[in-house]
């Protein structure tokens, strides 16, 4: 199983951007059954570069009285399947964090609610709809920024439980493309539903 998973690891690798590109991806996120918001990817091609936008929305309340809200917006660029740049913002329920990250000659620059640092040029941030998120590569956590130490653990194919720093299920589909997330929290389940998956003209 151990060598298994390293192969795939190494084919993830390889290819670490879906082979589709162009593409907009829409999930809806279920809690314990119940709707309570989006997960948005908007991925495009510009020239030799990949840019993507993430969109996150959530929101949980009581019939009519709002208790919880989630709000998260990233702007990627990948270049030859390396991380060029991250622009994030999030506002969990009032608390504010920001993460910004760019490629430099030392590595990936990264600045953000988690401190400053500078990561390796092969960093992956936790956005998800990159296969090479179940890759060996390090994962930049896009809330605070900070780097997570987490073991993957291939469950079939497409299929990887990832565990540790962050805990949860994830797949993809044979061409590289992101189609669904389940994880655990606070004991209830939270599972992401496709809504539609479509390629779009530049």
């Keep these: 199983m151990k060598s298994i998973g390293l192969v795939l690891s190494l084919i993830f690798l390889l290819f670490a951007l879906p082979a589709r590109a162009n593409q907009k991806i829409e999930f809806a996120i279920l809690r314990d059954g119940t709707p309570i918001g989006t997960h948005r990817v908007e991925i495009e091609e510009v020239r030799d570069e990949t840019q993507v936008h993430v969109s996150i929305v959530l929101d949980i309340g009581f019939g009519f009285i709002p ?71 390090p994962l930049l956590d896009t809330q605070v920024g900070r780097i997570l130490k987490v073991t993957r653990v291939p469950l079939g194919p497409g299929r990887w439980r990832l565990q540790g720093d962050l805990n949860l299920e994830i797949n993809y589909s044979a061409d590289g493309s992101w189609t669904g997330l389940r994880f655990h929290h606070k004991g209830s389940e939270f599972v992401y539903v496709p809504q539609w998956q479509r390629e779009h003209q530049s």
């Design 67 to 137: 208790l919880y809200a989630y709000r998260h917006e990233s702007r990627e660029i990948w270049r030859n399947g390396r991380l060029i740049s991250i622009e994030s913002h999030t506002d969990d329920n009032g608390r504010t964090m920001t993460v910004s990250a760019h490629l430099s000659t030392e590595g990936l620059r990264v600045a953000g609610s988690g401190g400053n640092f500078v990561a390796p040029a092969e960093t992956v941030p936790t956005s998800y709809w990159n296969p090479a998120m179940a890759s060996e590569r």
